[in-house]
C-alpha cells in the first residue's frame, strides 16, 4: 500500500469533468513532480486531494496512510498530514502572519527557525499576505509549511514568479521540510510538486514524474528525463511517446 | 459592591492596572475617586463646581446646548454625577486613568455628565468602562461628555461598552480640540445591548486632528445608531473616522462626517461592515463636506461577509472552521490604532479577546 494512492480519480469544477480517471501513487519519504500543460487538471488534482471547495469527486478514491479521506473535511485532512503551499494564495486582512503561524504549531523555537531560515522575520507582524510581492508570497507559503510539516505537501507552482534568490531559499526550506539531508530510506516526508518551468528540480531532486493531460495522466518516469523530453518536443508532440514508454511504470520499476 | 471583579476588568476597569486615576459611579452614587499624580485633578463635578467656578460657568453645557435633546434637557434639570478631570498644564502622564460607569438598576435612567479639561501641552489617556452589575437589569444610560483640549494637549480617549440586553443607552459627546492638540477617541462595544444611539462632534482647531475609531460588534436583536462628526474648522487641521462593524444579528446605522470648512484641512475617514447572519444589517453612511477648495477629504467603505476562499485556506492549516472564521472576525476588528498606548492597547485586546470567545 502506497503512501498516498489515487484510484480512478474523475474530480468536476464548475460543472465541467476536469479529472478524467487519474491514477497515480506516491510512497513514503518520495517527492513526486507533475508535469502538464495549462488546463490539465494539475491543480484540480491538489485542490481534490487537499479538499478545497469547488472540486467535487464523482467517482473514485483517495487513500491516504491506508484510510479513504474522500469523507474528511479541510482541516481534518490538514491534521491528518496534507499540507497545501497554495500557488496563488489569498490575502487575510487582519489576520497575522506570526499570529497564524502560533495556532498552527506552539512550538515558538520552530517558528523563529523557520522564519530565520526563509527570511521572513519581518513579515510575521504584518497581515498575511496582505502588500506581499510574488516571492514573499510563496516563502511565506513555504514557511507556513514548514511549521505546519505536513506528511504529504502539496506545492503549486512553488518557484513561479519567483526570482532566483527567492527560489533559493524556498528550495532549502523545502529541503528540511522534506528531510532531503537524510538518506532516502529514512525519509518519511513526501510531496507532490507541480511544475511548469521544471526550474525546482535544479534545487529538490524529484523520485518519480508523472504527467498529465486533459485529465489522464499519460504515464510517470524518471523526473530529469522526462522533462527533457518536454522540453525538446513540447507536450503535444509527445503525448503518444509518455504513452507508450512510460505507461504502467511505478516508483519501483524506476529504481529497479 | 455585588459586581464580579471579571465583570470590572471586562470593561478595561482593573483595580490591579497602574492607573494615574480612578472614579467609580454606581446608579447615581460615586462610590470612589482617587488621584496619584501632581498636575491631575480627578473629582465629582459637583465638587469642581465649588472649587473651580469657571467648571459651572464657562464648561458646563458649553459644547453641548442644554436643549440639544430630550436627554441633555434632562441632564440640565438634575444635580450632575460625573466627574471633572483636569490636567495642569505641561503635565504628561504616562498611566492611563481609569473610570467606570455602573447600571444596577435602582432608578430606571442613569443621568451621567463628565468634564475634561487639559491645559496646554498637557497629555492623559483616559479608560472608561460601561456596564450593567447584572445583565438581567433594564434602563437607559444617558452619559454627557464635554471635554476641553487646550493648546498643544493631547487625549486618548477610550470608551468600553459591555450593556447588557436590556439597556438603551444614549451618549452625547463633544470635544474642543485647540491649536495643535491631539485627540483619539476608541470605542469598543461587543456585548448584546439593546439600543446605543451616539453621534459625538469633535470642533477641530488650527493643526490639530481628532481621530474617531469604533469597533462595534453587533449581536441578535441589538440595535446601534452610533457615528462621528469631526469639523475641520482650523487652517490645517485634520480628522479621521475608522469603523469596523460585524453584525451577527444587529442593526448597525453608521454616520460618519467630516467637513473640511477652511484652507489645508484633511480628512479620511473608512467603514468597513461584516455582515455574519442573513437577518443583520449594517447601513454605513459616510459623508464628506468640502467648504473650502484648498482640502482633502476622501472615504472607503465595504461592507461583505467571511470569504469562503479565507476561511478554506486558514483550514488548509489545520484550523477549525469556526476557529478560522473566528480568527478573520478577530483579524477584521483589529485596528492598528497609531498612538494608542500599548497598556491601553492590552485592555482593548483583552475586551475584544473575552468577547469573542464568548466570556462576556
Not at chain 1, 153 to 158: I, Q, V
Request: glycine share 10%; aromatic share 6%.
Amino acid at each position: 500500500m502506497s503512501f498516498l494512492e489515487i484510484k480512478d480519480l474523475h474530480v468536476e469544477a464548475e460543472g465541467r469533468e476536469i479529472l478524467k480517471g487519474v491514477n497515480l501513487s506516491v510512497d513514503a519519504g518520495r517527492t513526486a513532480i507533475i508535469f502538464g500543460p495549462n488546463g490539465s487538471g494539475k491543480s484540480t488534482l491538489l485542490g481534490a486531494i487537499a479538499g478545497l471547495p469547488g472540486f467535487r469527486v464523482t467517482r473514485g478514491d483517495i487513500l491516504f496512510k491506508g484510510k479513504s479521506i474522500l469523507d474528511m473535511d479541510i482541516d481534518e485532512r490538514a491534521r491528518f498530514g496534507i499540507g497545501m503551499a497554495f500557488q496563488y494564495p489569498p490575502a487575510v486582512k487582519g489576520v497575522r502572519l506570526g499570529v497564524l503561524l502560533k495556532h498552527v504549531n506552539s512550538d515558538g523555537n520552530w517558528v523563529q527557525t523557520s522564519a530565520e531560515m526563509l527570511n521572513m522575520t519581518s513579515y510575521v507582524d504584518r497581515d498575511l499576505n496582505v502588500g506581499f510581492s510574488g516571492g514573499e508570497r510563496k516563502r511565506s507559503e513555504i514557511l507556513q509549511l514548514m511549521v505546519q510539516m505536513p506528511d504529504l505537501a502539496l506545492l503549486d507552482e512553488p518557484e513561479s514568479g519567483v526570482d532566483i534568490e527567492n527560489i533559493s531559499l524556498i528550495a532549502q526550506g523545502l529541503r528540511v521540510m522534506l528531510e532531503k539531508d537524510k538518506p532516502i530510506s529514512r525519509r518519511q516526508r513526501s510531496a507532490i510538486v507541480i511544475t511548469h518551468t521544471g526550474l525546482i528540480l535544479d534545487y529538490i531532486k524529484a523520485d518519480i514524474a508523472y504527467v498529465i493531460m486533459d485529465g489522464h495522466v499519460l504515464g510517470c518516469g524518471a523526473p530529469g528525463e522526462i522533462f527533457d523530453e518536454i522540453r525538446q518536443h513540447g507536450y503535444k508532440k509527445c503525448t503518444m511517446c509518455f504513452a507508450e514508454k512510460y505507461r504502467d511504470m511505478n516508483t519501483q520499476d524506476l529504481e529497479k | 459592591m455585588d459586581i464580579a471583579p471579571e465583570r470590572l476588568v471586562s470593561m478595561g476597569y482593573d483595580s490591579c492596572a497602574a492607573s494615574c486615576g480612578r472614579f467609580m459611579v454606581l446608579d447615581r452614587d460615586i462610590l470612589e475617586f482617587s488621584c496619584g499624580i501632581s498636575g491631575l485633578h480627578v473629582m465629582p463635578l459637583k465638587t469642581a463646581f465649588e472649587v473651580y467656578p469657571h467648571v459651572r460657568e464657562n464648561l458646563l453645557f458649553g459644547l453641548i446646548p442644554k436643549d440639544k435633546n430630550d436627554f441633555t434637557k434632562m441632564a440640565s434639570r438634575v444635580d450632575p454625577v460625573g466627574y471633572y478631570v483636569r490636567v495642569e498644564k505641561g503635565v504628561k502622564i504616562a498611566d492611563p486613568m481609569q473610570a467606570a460607569f455602573l447600571f444596577g438598576g435602582a432608578h430606571q435612567d442613569q443621568l451621567i455628565h463628565n468634564i475634561i479639561e487639559l491645559e496646554e501641552g498637557a497629555s492623559l489617556d483616559i479608560v472608561n468602562g460601561c456596564a450593567n452589575t447584572h445583565a438581567g437589569t433594564s434602563g437607559r444610560h444617558i452619559g454627557i461628555t464635554e471635554t476641553y483640549l487646550g493648546k498643544g494637549s493631547s487625549l486618548g480617549y477610550t470608551m468600553i461598552h459591555n450593556w447588557g440586553p436590556d439597556m438603551e443607552v444614549y451618549p452625547v459627546g463633544a470635544v474642543q480640540v485647540g491649536e495643535g492638540a491631539r485627540y483619539l477617541s476608541n470605542y469598543v462595544s461587543t456585548s448584546p445591548v439593546k439600543r446605543i444611539e451616539t453621534y459625538p462632534k469633535a470642533t477641530v482647531g488650527p493643526h490639530a486632528s481628532a481621530r474617531y475609531y469604533s469597533i462595534i460588534y453587533a449581536r441578535q436583536s441589538s440595535y446601534f445608531d452610533t457615528g462621528a462628526f469631526v469639523a475641520l474648522e482650523g487652517e490645517g487641521s485634520s480628522g479621521e473616522i475608522i469603523s469596523r462593524v460585524v453584525s451577527e444579528g444587529g442593526t448597525v446605522i453608521s454616520r460618519q462626517t467630516i467637513s473640511g470648512e477652511t484652507k489645508g484641512c484633511i480628512g479620511h475617514m473608512e467603514c468597513s461592515g461584516l455582515l455574519l447572519a442573513e437577518n443583520g444589517v449594517i447601513h454605513s453612511i459616510p459623508e464628506l463636506r468640502g467648504k473650502h477648495p484648498d482640502i482633502d477629504l476622501s472615504h472607503e467603505a465595504s461592507i461583505g461577509r467571511i470569504s469562503d476562499e479565507e476561511v478554506s485556506y486558514l483550514m488548509t492549516r489545520g484550523l477549525g472552521k469556526e476557529e478560522a472564521r473566528s480568527l478573520i472576525i478577530r483579524g477584521f476588528l483589529d485596528v492598528k490604532i497609531a498612538g494608542l498606548p500599548d497598556r491601553v492597547k492590552v485592555i482593548v485586546d483583552e475586551v475584544i479577546e473575552q468577547a469573542m470567545s464568548g466570556k462576556i
